[in-house]
Structures are given as C-alpha cells and as structure tokens.
C-alpha cells in the first residue's frame, strides 16, 4: 500500500502527508464528555461534526453524542449566531443537558463569530434556561492539533466554572491529558490509594467506558460534575500531567484562583509513574500503601525479566506529545533505543524534551514536531527499526515495512481494550510491557527456523 514512498528524503515546505495529529474540535469534544451531564456542540457545518463524532465513535466503540449548528451558505455568509440561537432553544428543550460546550470549527472561526457574545445575549434573551450552562472555547484546526483542541476546553472549563472564596481545602486538582477513560480511571484510583482526595477534570471514565444497561443513557454517570469543577478553584494544588494538553488550564487556575500547580509528566512507564507517586508522597507525607509498591515491583520483575528481548531494540515512535515523551523515556528505560521521534502537534519544546531524555543513549535520534508519517516511513527505511508503537494509522507501515507493530496512543480505530485498560501508572506500564514483548516475540516465532522455534521462551 506504501510501496511508492521513496527513501529518498526531500525538503517539504507547505505539504504534510498523513500529519500524525487531527484537528482541534476532536479534542474539544472528548474532553467536554468529561463533564456529567455535557451535551457537546460543534459551531460549524454538519460535515464537521459528523467526522468528529464518527472518528470517537470508532475509537471508543460508543455512540459520541454531540450537537451542531448546521451552518448552510447563508450562515458562512452571515455568521453562525442565528444557528447557535435555534441550536441552544432545541438542545435545552430536547436534551435537557446541564452543560452544552461549544466549540468552533475552521469555518465559525474564519467567520469570525464571538462566542461569549452569542451566548451571552442568549442567556439575557432567556434561551438557556437557571441553572444550566454554555461554556465554549476556540479551536480553528489550522493550527494545533486535537491536543490543542483538548487544552483549550479544559481551560474554557477553568475560565467559566473554577471559583474561590477565599479558603483552600484539603483538595488537590489533576488534571490527566488526553488519555483514555480507562487512564482516567486509574489516576483517580492510585490518587485515592494515596490518600489524596482528588477533583479530576475532565474525567471521561464511566461516561466512554460506560457499562451495557439495555437503555440509552444520554448522560451517563460518569463526568466531573459542575459542583466540583466549581470546587477546584478552592483546592490546596494542581497537578497538570502532560504540559501540552494540561498545562494551560492549570495556568489560568493559577491566574483567576491562586492555585499553584506542579507540571508533570502522564505517568507512563516507570519513571513517569514514579515521579507522579512522589508527587503524591510529597503532598500527604504518607508513604505509598503495599498494592501500589507490590505493583511497581511487578513492573520490575517483568522488564527484568524480559530484558534479553528488549534490550538494544531500535524503536520508531509517533503520536501525542505527552503521550510520547514518556513512552520515550520507558522504552529508554527498558534498555530500547528510540531512534525515530514524530508528533504531528506543533511545538518545538517536544523536540527539545525527547533530545534532552536522550542526549546520553540515542543522542543522534531522529525527532520531529509538527511531522507527518511519510517522514516517519522514510526515516524507517533509511535506518530500519524492530518496533514501531503509535497509533492505528502505524499499521500501513508496518505492514509495508513488515515491522511489529504495538497500537498506542489517539486514535485506535482496528482493536479494543484501550479505553477499559490504562496504560497509566504500574498498571499500565504492565500492560505495555505485555504488548511490547508479545509483539517482539509473535514476530520471533514467525522467523525463526524449525531449531530454533522454543516452546519456552
Ligand atoms: S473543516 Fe476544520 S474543523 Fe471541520 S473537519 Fe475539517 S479541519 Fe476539522
């Protein structure tokens, strides 16, 4: 299928193909079916939304519900506020959401139209009835990427919710980056186990990992709810895990509320892990309990173990960047070397991370922002690779390449089980070993000769 990419690199100025990103509402959209009781709304065309929620829909393997404004030609001409007017009236009168969460598209935002002035002049009109509210961010997808579009409504959360009233409470704030429900899940589970009384925000868990009830639940009961989005502005501290999908919301909860924040890494992989339990540690004064130090054993156990297949491995990784700055460092742990390095989000301070994390094992890496898979597959056949790990689109690649191929990361379109097991935490550290090693060794008992097929490994 990728036979004709060429080996041969030439300079690409204005042309990406197959960017290792999508746009910027997707993100919008996950992170407001983190609030309970959300009703998502695209201000822009159907097209638009329809691809939104089709492309969750097939990663999550969950009905996406979300709203639009329906722009036609007279819209673009005019501007959405009309639309936006019509769309609130049916959702509250249809839906009854508690929230509706708007964001834009490529075409409200070339429009030009101003949001918090629509909604506004709809709340003054009567349009969105007591107690119920519209927040909205901007997220014109011809810049950033979904991880953008993430950051943004996670802000917009902070800029219309978070309150203080002058006390702190014995409350810590974690905001978790785009990860999956089941990461969601964790976070909060080793925060509890810590002693930690947490408000994470947005928390999808319960709500895209929802179990089978044999009914629709429009809002299912998962979801940071507003009381405690309004909660966090009083909290003691903020943990933002991940600087590109959560640093700007703890910045503005810090701005508007005082809340100091502590940026960290997502707790994938060893290290990462062991520096978000420090953390922990380092807010209650309590040591960690047995089931989170027994797990972290395991986790030992198993890269010990399983070294003599790891080790020396050459690694092609693409994705988020958060994502992949701690995978990085997990697999540099695990003795691997990352040699090719590719998100498609902008942001050179990911280029700077990952050659930082590096310097001493693969300092020659190949490291790329704003990047696209082309490249990626033209690296791969320049300087080969064991393992490639990314996301679904990964497998044109390694089907081209005939390379093991972990799935990893947004979007997963072809498996299951990525929203119902974390890659978080130990846990989670577990989980990708399993896959790691699984994929390396499927691909061992593919190639090895009848005397050397083992039984045992
Ligand atoms: S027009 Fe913009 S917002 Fe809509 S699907 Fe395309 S890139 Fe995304």
């Given at each position: 299928m990728l036979d004709l990419t060429p080996k041969e690199i030439t300079k690409r100025k204005a042309l990406r193909i197959n960017p290792a990103k999508t746009c910027q509402p997707i993100g919008a959209m996950y992170a407001s079916l983190g609030i309970h009781g959300c009703l998502p709304h695209s201000h822009?065309?159907?097209?638009?939304?329809?691809?939104?929620?089709?492309?969750?829909?097939?990663?999550?393997?969950?009905?996406?519900?979300?709203?639009?404004?329906?722009?036609?030609?007279?819209?673009?001409?005019?501007?959405g506020g009309a639309n936006l007017r019509q769309a609130l009236k049916t959702m509250f009168t249809v839906y009854d959401p508690e929230v509706v969460a708007v964001h834009t598209t490529c075409l409200s935002e070339t429009i030009g139209?101003?949001?918090?002035?629509?909604?506004?002049?709809?709340?003054?009109?009567?349009?969105?009835?007591?107690?119920?509210?519209?927040?909205?961010?901007?997220?014109?997808?011809?810049?950033g990427s979904h991880v953008t579009g993430f950051s943004n409504m996670t802000r917009s959360m902070v800029r219309y919710f978070s309150r203080e009233n002058g006390e702190t409470r014995e409350l810590i704030n974690i905001i978790p980056g785009y990860v999956e429900p089941s990461d969601m899940r964790e976070i909060k589970?080793?925060?509890?186990?810590?002693?930690?009384?947490?408000?994470?925000?947005?928390?999808?868990?319960?709500?895209?990992?929802?179990?089978?009830?044999?009914?629709?639940?429009?809002?299912?009961?998962?979801?940071?709810?507003?009381?405690?989005?309004?909660?966090?502005?009083?909290?003691?501290?903020?943990?933002?895990?991940?600087?590109f999908a959560s640093e700007d919301a703890a910045i503005e909860l810090e701005r508007?509320?005082?809340?100091?924040?502590?940026?960290?890494?997502?707790p994938i992989g060893i290290s990462a892990t062991d520096r978000f339990i420090q953390a922990a540690i380092d807010?209650?004064?309590?040591?960690?309990?047995?089931?989170?130090?027994?797990?972290?054993?395991?986790?030992?156990?198993?890269?010990?173990?399983?070294?003599?297949?790891?080790?020396?491995?050459?690694?092609?990784?693409?994705?988020?960047?958060?994502?992949?700055?701690?995978?990085?460092?997990?697999?540099?742990?695990?003795?691997?070397?990352?040699?090719?390095v590719i998100t498609g989000t902008p942001g050179k301070k990911f280029e700077r991370r990952i050659k930082a994390l590096l310097k001493d094992t693969v300092p020659d890496v190949n490291v790329r922002s704003a990047a696209d898979l082309f490249l990626m597959h033209q690296w791969i056949k320049n300087s080969p690779v064991d393992l490639l790990i990314g996301n679904v689109y990964g497998k044109y690649i390694a089907r081209a390449e005939d390379i093991p191929f972990v799935r990893f990361g947004f979007p997963i379109l072809d498996r299951i089980g990525h929203s119902y097991f974390p890659t978080v935490g130990y846990a989670g550290a577990m989980r990708l070993l399993e896959k790691m090693v699984g994929a390396i060794?499927?691909?061992?008992?593919?190639?090895?000769?009848?005397?050397?097929?083992?039984?045992v490994m």
């Open positions: 822009g065309s159907q097209g638009c939304c329809a691809y939104h929620r089709s492309h969750l829909t097939r990663h999550y393997k969950e009905p996406i519900m979300a709203a639009t404004s329906s722009f036609t030609e007279g819209a673009a001409v005019f501007g139209d101003d949001l918090p002035s629509l909604i506004k002049k709809a709340a003054e009109d009567g349009i969105i009835p007591k107690g119920k509210t519209v927040i909205h961010t901007n997220t014109p997808s011809f810049v589970r080793l925060s509890a186990e810590m002693g930690i009384k947490s408000v994470v925000f947005p928390d999808t868990s319960d709500v895209l990992d929802a179990p089978q009830r044999g009914r629709l639940e429009l809002y299912p009961k998962g979801g940071v709810t507003t009381k405690e989005l309004r909660d966090t502005g009083e909290a003691a501290a903020t943990l933002a895990l991940g600087g508007k509320c005082g809340v100091s924040y502590e940026l960290l890494d997502l807010i209650t004064g309590k040591e960690p309990p047995a089931s989170i130090t027994d797990d972290r054993g395991r986790v030992v156990d198993i890269m010990t173990d399983m070294l003599q297949y790891l080790y020396g491995r050459k690694v092609a990784l693409f994705g988020d960047p958060d994502h992949l700055i701690s995978m990085t460092e997990f697999v540099k742990d695990l003795g691997m070397k990352p040699v090719h060794l499927d691909r061992k008992d593919r190639d090895d000769p009848d005397e050397h097929f083992e039984l």
